[in-house]
């Protein structure tokens, strides 16, 4: 039983790091017991034991540790004292006895301040307030001696507390940064605030009643959104700094500063002179729930939409020109069958579109009513299964096939439209670029003032264009059939189809599950409506957009890809809102005429003011005051506009007041960020929101990108793989993750370091998962290179590299072959961070703590470090090991 005894204690020393020291040995010991307690000594090795063997343990053979093999037989068993005492002398413990402390002296014991837990609840905030204190970031953003490096911050919205996807997005770029830091450049990172729009007007509103919003002046509006948006950003920056995020905190930019706003200006004044700003009327998407345009990035099309689409008549009243005698005589007395996903639309219907390489066909039920319907060839029997009850009713012996034709037979047609009384006859139009026979009945409804393909193809054919819906999303008095007041997503949609079938005009009525545009910020569905706005020319820019994009790598590549396509597709750019709280489009109006005043000389001199006073001023000053001295004596004829700009447009031209061409320091002036950006790192879902909008406005004015890079994220997901949604209740909060929760045990305490370990451990270019048992992983990862770290530090006690360093050539093999794995693991970190991979950063320095150090060398150096002379070669060796490693991996 001893002698198992012994030989786990043994096993314990090897995997552990233990030392064996044996406790009360007896006056009368034997040969024996006075054998294995010599091994406790410093000293010379005793003569080995006849039966002494070398211990493998596992799959690891342990170098210069002996364990005693016994021999069989109670003469020969030692009589071991009971207990056998085992402890880690390196490890922290209750104060030693007299007896142990005999013992300790003979052993190199490690020391150092540096403690196994980090106590990051209390540590950090201190080292973060150290490293503020002496100015570490400004001093090497200023003084590091290679050039200037520039990551270009987006801004985060001002309303609300921080989640998971701006702790990704906040540290992946304070990894960039502190790599660019640590290569010499001055790596300059300016954070950034969007301030305006309409969901900081929301959260400001919130406290009050229906009433006083309504009796709300612009001006108080726009200061109770001041208020709440600067309250926000100082809750986001403590946050984002407890993060460890180093940055131009004392000075971000925020897109309601009126230096800020004044270069905004600056651009909108460029693209207008140049003619990429226009006026039209033209459809937009609207919110009827905000009461306002959206652009196209502020669009969402969440899963689940189900619209109630109907098929409809529309009696031909006159067959095209191309239609022969036999196709004439079969479309007498037809009807075009429709499908639409909005009948809402119906009252503004104003034409029918065909493809002309499509092939129709005219059809007529054989009994009843008698119904003579017009769809295309390859929809047919899909279209009439559901007029005649469903897939399994016989089509064939319902409805029979009177004539075929071409899509141009039916081009120039006349009919009347889907609800009775509508004004006069309505044209076929050629819309061969988007009819298809993927789904409908090949005949496309028309309503130029709900649709952007619509709008397009009835203006070239010199259709005009009816609106009958307000702001609000209801029925104005032009849409008749008693709809006036009616939302048309709601019962006003009801209504249309109630009047279609009270004409004997509706054919059919299915739910039909589709993507459809909500409003990203009230989640709400939106509809397409035609109302006067301010454009920015897509097409106008949309080449050298693209060129400029040939200069720009993306990360991933397929990022490239994503914004082309975006670009190339996009109809042109709605910037105006019909909100309070913005940067105002500086546009006078003439009041009879409703002509907009905005020339140079007006720009300029709107800008100037805005500069000293803020954008307030627009709403502050009269008229006069705001025009230049060559207009001021058409103050009377004249009134301001009261649209504000896009916040896309606002967050779009942060280059032009962050960012200056060549960013070096003048005249002892500290660097200042460049013009382009090194890099622009945002979501993957920037590519159409804040990458393209940065990149139009940035080749309007200066005809080039704004960035030499992009790298893109992707977003979190749980822990089983589902998008994370405060609503299903799987988020995880960051400063639950970093200070702890209500539960200790549920929700530790992290700490910053561990957060920012999840983020270099991820795969950030697609969708990352995270959750509590990721964070315990993550946790024990961090734990395992903590204690790695402490036990390199406490070899390390009174070794001075320059004193007692040994050098490269008289170093054992095991220690250059260890010195070689080092330098090949800054290689690969290297290599790594240079392509901005931090998890193979990550995953290579885990494995290097595991594989090279804990499981081979640290164990192999063990015995030299602890027991040898403190000055012994062998045991300076690995300290300069040590101290090479260590220097490497912090």
Not at 225 to 243: G, N, V
Not at 473 to 493: M, P, S
Request: glycine share 10%; with cysteine; hydrophobic share 40%.
């Amino acid at each position: 039983r001893g002698g198992q005894s012994w030989i786990r204690a043994c096993q314990a020393w090897i995997r552990g790091a233990a030392f064996v020291n044996l406790q009360g040995t007896p006056p009368r010991a034997t040969a024996h017991q006075r054998w294995l307690f010599a091994l406790s000594r410093r000293g010379p090795r005793p003569a080995a034991h006849p039966r002494s063997y070398t211990m493998q343990v596992g799959h690891r053979a342990m170098p210069r540790l002996y364990a005693v093999g016994m021999r069989s037989g109670p003469a020969l068993r030692p009589q071991l004292p009971r207990p056998l005492a085992v402890r880690c002398l390196a490890a922290k413990a209750k104060p030693r006895s007299k007896e142990e402390g005999l013992y300790s002296s003979t052993v190199n014991l490690p020391t150092t301040s540096f403690d196994m837990r980090a106590n990051s609840v209390v540590r950090e905030p201190q080292i973060q307030a150290f490293w503020e204190e002496k100015g570490v970031y400004q001093k090497l953003s200023r003084n590091n001696p290679g050039e200037v490096y520039t990551l270009h911050d987006g801004p985060p919205y001002a309303n609300g507390d921080l989640h998971m996807g701006h702790a990704l997005n906040k540290i992946l770029k304070d990894i960039v940064n502190r790599h660019q830091l640590l290569q010499g450049r001055k790596a300059i990172y300016v954070p950034g605030w969007d301030t305006h729009g309409l969901p900081i007007e929301l959260k400001a509103l919130q406290s009050l009643s229906e009433e006083q919003r309504r009796d709300l002046e612009p001006l108080a509006l726009r200061r109770r959104c001041r208020k709440f948006a600067l309250k926000t950003i100082d809750a986001q920056r403590t946050q984002f700094k407890r993060y460890g995020v180093w940055g131009d905190w004392a000075t971000p930019y925020v897109t309601l500063d009126p230096k800020y706003e004044a270069a905004q200006l600056r651009v909108f004044g460029k693209m207008v002179l140049d003619g990429h700003i226009y006026r039209g009327q033209k459809p937009v998407h609207w919110s009827p729930s905000t009461g306002t345009a959206l652009a196209e990035a502020e669009l969402e099309y969440p899963d689940g939409h189900v619209s109630p689409s109907v098929y409809v008549s529309a009696p031909l009243l006159e067959a095209g020109p191309g239609a022969s005698p036999d196709q004439t005589r079969a479309l007498a007395g037809a009807s075009l069958a429709l499908w639409t996903t909005t009948p809402w639309t119906l009252p503004a219907n104003r034409a029918v579109a065909v493809s002309v390489g499509m092939e129709y066909c005219v059809v007529e039920e054989r009994a009843g009513a008698r119904r003579r319907l017009v769809v295309a060839t390859a929809l047919r029997e899909a279209v009439l299964a559901r007029l005649g009850g469903g897939e399994d009713c016989d089509v064939g012996a319902t409805w029979s096939t009177l004539c075929t034709l071409p899509g141009t037979a039916l081009l120039g047609s006349r009919y009347e439209g889907p609800l009775t009384g509508d004004d006069g006859p309505r044209p076929v139009l050629d819309g061969s670029s988007f009819v298809t026979a993927d789904s409908g009945t090949g005949l496309v409804h028309l309503a130029p003032g709900h649709g952007h393909e619509d709008f397009a193809l009835a203006a070239a054919a010199g259709v005009a264009a009816v609106s009958p819906v307000d702001d609000a999303g209801r029925f104005t008095r032009e849409a008749g059939h008693g709809l006036e007041g009616l939302e048309v997503l709601g019962e006003g949609g009801e209504a249309v189809a109630a009047a279609v079938a009270a004409a004997g005009r509706l054919l059919a009525r299915e739910p039909y599950a589709h993507r459809y545009p909500y409003d990203w910020r009230s989640k709400r569905p939106v509809i397409v409506r035609t109302t006067r706005q301010w454009f920015a020319s897509v097409s106008g820019l949309r080449g050298a957009a693209l060129a400029a994009l040939d200069d720009v790598r993306f990360v991933p590549g397929a990022g490239r890809r994503r914004i082309e396509a975006m670009v190339g597709g996009r109809s042109d750019w709605c910037i105006s809102r019909q909100r309070a709280w913005g940067v105002p489009i500086p546009a006078f109006f003439y009041r009879e005429s409703g002509e907009a005043l905005m020339n140079e000389a007006t720009l300029d001199h709107v800008t100037r003011i805005v500069e000293e006073r803020g954008a307030d001023a627009w709403w502050e000053l009269p008229i006069e005051d705001l025009l230049p001295p060559q207009y001021r004596a058409e103050a009377v004829q004249l009134v301001k506009g009261s649209d504000t700009m896009d916040v896309w447009f606002d967050s779009g031209t942060s280059w032009a007041s962050v960012l200056s061409e060549g960013g070096s320091a003048k005249d002892g002036t500290p660097p200042s960020p460049r013009f382009p950006a090194d890099l622009y790192l945002e979501g993957s879902d920037q590519h159409r929101g804040w990458f393209q909008s940065s990149l139009l406005t940035a080749v309007a004015a200066r005809g080039t990108a704004p960035y030499r890079r992009v790298l893109t994220h992707g977003f979190l997901l749980d822990e089983a793989g589902f998008k994370q949604s405060k609503s299903v209740g799987n988020t995880l909060d960051p400063r639950a993750v970093m200070l702890g929760g209500k539960d200790a045990k549920k929700e530790p305490a992290y700490g910053a370091d561990v957060l920012r370990l999840w983020v270099a451990s991820v795969d950030y270019t697609a969708d990352a998962s995270v959750g509590p048992r990721i964070m315990a992983q993550v946790s024990e990862v961090y734990r395992k290179i903590r204690l790695t770290l402490r036990f390199m530090l406490g070899n390390l006690s009174g070794f001075d590299p320059g004193q007692a360093a040994v050098p490269h050539a008289q170093l054992g093999l095991t220690d250059r072959y260890m010195l070689w794995r080092v330098a090949a693991l800054i290689d690969e970190c290297h290599a790594a961070y240079d392509e901005h991979q931090f998890f193979r950063v990550y995953q290579a320095i885990q494995r290097f703590c595991v594989t090279d150090l804990s499981n081979f060398y640290l164990d192999a150096s063990k015995d030299r470090l602890y027991i040898l002379g403190a000055a012994s070669p062998d045991r300076r060796g690995a300290q300069t090991v040590l101290a090479a490693t260590l220097r490497a991996m912090l």
